[in-house]
């Protein structure tokens, strides 16, 4: 048989169909957490290297050390490397009774740490303690870089040194930003450019915070109760503006995406990557018709031999392309 004819192995269904209540509705946000996740090289090579040197990394008598490094400062994928069956299997590869108990121990994709679901407020937790103890560790990083900004702003008021101050922060502006600024600064002077190179620091501090701070945080948040329910939520939306260390989500369509959209999207993503790479080793009734026709058919013909319903993933070419952009930019933005 010709090579280039040769057929491939097809995605099986856990790779793709998950709509249409192929993942269970209960199991759908940690679906969307794990899915994503085995489709960033990022995280996995994190999961694979701490696996490796988690017992080099925790040293004892060093509770605090070994929370903020066991934790990674809370990053959500930490959680992953204490699961093997990450990244070899997809997530409805797994027994459904292990993934009953997952559902408990995965973040959600949407509402991690936060109250998504009604329940009666208990008190912290001492790993919530623990947690914190991190933060404040954390957070004396933070204030020690902005500290050194700080002290290299003072040092360089001499206007001839502010136009160079650029240069010595490459760690925080990028290589085009920094030559932006040296023009700009080159244009100034006295007041005019202090006022120029503090506004720098300031945009730098921000940075210090974004680089440290994970989009997932605890925080302390005096909360006077005898307020009214709109002045609390006034006052928080208030102090969230100012602390805010990362830019929202994007929102489309007037909602935030549900996790059964953005799953049922990476499905087509991955989907039309394979048909894409594969396309001359497709089997014959997909090889010899369109792109979009060949995928309609044979997420039909797989659905309908699983006794699942008998609907194309997409019904047209706009819904395939769509959905492969809303997965690749969602995996930029959360998972890059």
Not at 67 to 93: N, Q
Not at 149 to 168: E, G, T
Not at 203 to 212: A, I, T
Not at 245 to 270: C, D, I, M, Q, W
Request: some cysteine; glycine content about 6%.
């Amino acid at each position: 048989m010709n090579k280039a004819a040769k057929q491939v192995v097809m995605p099986s269904l856990a790779v793709w169909d998950f709509d249409l209540k192929g993942c269970p509705e209960e199991e759908l946000e940690h679906c969307c957490f794990y899915e994503y996740a085995l489709e960033s090289p990022a995280v996995k090579r994190l999961v694979g290297s701490w696996r490796r040197n988690r017992k080099r990394l925790i040293r004892p008598d060093d509770e605090i050390g070994n929370t903020i490094t066991d934790r990674w400062y809370g990053s959500p994928f930490r959680v992953l490397a204490d699961h093997p069956e990450f990244p070899r299997k997809h997530w409805l590869e797994i027994d459904l009774c292990l993934r009953q108990q997952k559902v408990k121990e995965l973040p959600l994709n949407s509402r991690i740490l936060l109250p998504g679901r009604l329940s009666k407020y208990t008190g912290p937790h001492q790993s919530d303690l623990k947690r914190l103890k991190g933060e404040m560790i954390k957070w004396q990083a933070i204030n020690g870089e902005i500290e050194q900004l700080r002290r290299l702003f003072h040092a360089a008021r001499v206007a001839q040194s502010l136009r160079d101050w650029p240069d010595q922060l490459r760690f925080y502006l990028s290589d085009e930003e920094r030559i932006c600024r040296k023009l700009e600064f080159s244009k100034l002077s006295g007041a005019a450019l202090y006022r120029a190179a503090n506004q720098l620091r300031l945009e730098c501090g921000k940075k210090v915070e974004g680089l440290y701070r994970h989009p997932f945080e605890l925080v302390v948040y005096p909360i006077d109760w005898r307020l009214r329910p709109g002045e609390l939520v006034k006052r928080f939306q208030k102090w969230a503006e100012e602390n805010r260390p990362h830019n929202p989500n994007p929102r489309s369509g007037g909602h935030p995406t549900k996790a059964v959209e953005l799953l049922k999207a990476l499905g087509a993503k991955r989907l039309l990557d394979f048909f894409r790479e594969h396309k001359r080793k497709l089997p014959l009734p997909y090889r010899n018709q369109t792109l979009h026709g060949g995928l309609c058919d044979f997420t039909v013909n797989q659905r309908k031999a699983a006794g699942r319903p008998v609907k194309p993933l997409y019904a047209k070419p706009p819904g395939w392309n769509d959905g492969e952009k809303l997965a690749t930019a969602y995996l930029d933005s959360h998972f890059s």
